[in-house]
């Protein structure tokens, strides 16, 4: 199904990226015409025949990136999840995978090299631009930054966890106290950003010198109005998620932490990561009761997951062979039936 089909019905769509890596895995497959990745379950000492359709895991995705061109990455997979939002739909785009993988990098970039931009700025290069070439929309944007440490929630923006509690609004789930800030330009969107990420939690990992402990949840909220008749005014509303996952990681493999906060940051991030994959199955699966309040990032993505939200989900990978189990356990991959309906809100007022 194509992503700008107009069915009432679509899927979340699943993208695989994997990182560069000098010395892959032999067990891992890539058949990039089919978005297919098989992985060989029982490794033979050496020569003998192929192995059987059983030995392999089969993953199926919407589309394999093994680039590291930021822009392809971006054209790829962000902008039409950007396009849509500027429309007036709803949209997630979500990194997800193990410690060191690639998720931030993929969200954020390397802000100091100007073509390593990742999806964050670009994604708020293409709405202010879109605020620019079309005045006559008169397009309002607020964004908020929030992080989720441990389970408690923080409004980065105002760098403060006072008061901001999940509520409920219009059967949705909402943050309390969150801020929502009013930009203009983008300069001042990625300004906003920026003294954003100078409070997010990071922590020095043995893979990853500047590794995320946190799940960050980045928000663009839209406002643009379309002049129907002299009298009436269609104002259509949307909001964009930027989601950056911490990194799932197997303690006994990459941790030298034996009982400091590292090591119960890593179990906390495995919990609600489990918790989401949970979540996501209860979907796939189609079942009555789809347990979203076991965790805050399962409560503040459930429009995302199973609502009224276009979801783009970029799944990181690390191809080696060391973390081969990893890449196996990071197996989100293609839901095998809608599980979202997408509407863009429009209020008509005179």
Known sequence: MPYHDDTPQCRIRVHLRLRPSAKPSTAIHIQDETATVLIDVQKSSGGGPPKSYMDQI???????????????????????SVDDFLKGYNSTIMAYGQVGAGKTFTMTGDMKVYGNRGIIP????????EKENKPEAGIVVHMSYMEIYQEALYDLLQQRSDNLMIIEENHLPAVRGLAKIRVETEAQAVQWFFEGEKFRTY????????????????????ERRVQRCRALTDFTVAKLNLVDLAGVERLKKVSTDTGGLMRREACVINKSLSF??????ALRLGQG??????????????????????????????????????????????????????????????
């Open 289 to 350: 009761y789809v347990p979203f309040r076991q965790s805050k990032v399962t409560t503040l993505l459930k429009e995302s997951l199973g609502g009224n939200c276009k979801t783009v989900l970029i799944v990181n990978c690390w191809p080696e062979e060391y973390f081969l189990d990893e890449t196996v356990n990071s197996k989100f991959s293609s839901p095998c039936k809608p599980i979202c309906i997408f509407t863009n809100s429009i209020q008509s007022r005179p």
């Open 203 to 222: 922590g020095h990992h043995i893979l990853n010198p500047l590794s995320s402990r946190s799940h960050t949840i980045l928000t663009f909220y839209m």
């Open 58 to 80: 089969v993953f199926n995705v919407d589309s394999i990136v093994q680039s590291t061109d930021q822009q392809q990455v971006y054209e790829q997979i962000a902008k039409p």
């Open 276 to 281: 989401l994959e949970q979540t996501v199955y």
């Open 122 to 129: 670009r994604s708020i290069h293409q709405i202010f631009e």
